[in-house]
């Protein structure tokens, strides 16, 4: 996704290196899961959810904890950058985003219940920030100049939106959920590098 290409206005913000945070969360996140999940037995990254890799007992409870942790502070110091930048009306939705994980890790599957439903609560918060936080961004994008990235977000949004609908009605709960996170996480590095990069060069300029 190339934010800023050919772009009337620049998505300059006063912070571009928190805007890195948007980058360094889903890398963490995104290295979590693959690495957790691929040392944990008779674990299926297409049937069994994320949060199984950090449940009360899990072999890689830690490292699966520390990913959801990770994405959740760098994605609540990148809100900030985009606080200051054109999209700035999406920082909130970002800065949720960025606490429902950390939710989640707090309220691991397996402990009881009742916190299982709250973890469900966090997981949905982050599902629906995820995709709202694309949908959002289409908008300031459009009314400066970015007009395919403006698409870009929609379609996005829309897929993620409807593959983490398919999570709750498929056996592929792990696939789609995955699939869904991606795209959005996608959107966030897009939006971390355009505005690393265009923050910076105003600061030179």
């Known amino acids: 996704m190339a ?43 297409v049937n069994d959810a994320i949060s199984r890799i950090a449940a009360v007992g899990a072999p890689e409870r830690t ?14 110091v990148g809100s900030t950058a985009l606080r200051t930048s054109p999209l700035r009306r999406c920082w909130s939705i970002a800065a949720v985003n960025g606490a429902a994980p950390i939710a989640v890790a707090a ?3 397996e ?5 299982d ?3 469900g609560v966090a997981a949905g918060v982050g599902y629906v920030s995820i995709t709202v ?8 994008l459009r009314e ?11 379609a996005g949004g829309v897929t993620s939106g409807l593959c983490l609908v398919a999570t709750t009605v498929s056996d592929a709960n792990g696939f789609f959920q995955r699939l869904g996170l991606t795209v959005g996480d996608v959107w966030l590095v897009a939006a971390g590098v355009a505005l690393f990069r265009a923050g910076r060069a105003a600061r030179r300029a």
Request: hydrophobic share 45%; charged share 10%.
């Open 133 to 140: 936080l694309q949908l959002a961004s289409a908008k300031p």
């Open 111 to 115: 402990h009881s219940a009742s916190m």
């Open 107 to 109: 309220l691991p599957l």
């Open 63 to 76: 490292l699966m904890t520390a990913a959801f942790v990770t994405y959740g502070a760098s994605v609540v």
């Open 144 to 154: 400066t100049g970015h007009d395919r990235a403006a698409a870009l977000a929609i």
């Open 117 to 119: 439903t709250w973890h």
């Open 3 to 45: 934010f800023g290409r050919g772009a009337r206005t620049p998505l300059t913000t006063s912070r571009p290196w928190s805007a890195l945070g948007l980058v360094a969360g889903p890398a963490a996140f995104i290295g979590g899961w693959v690495v957790g999940g691929g040392r944990m037995p008779d674990y299926s990254p």
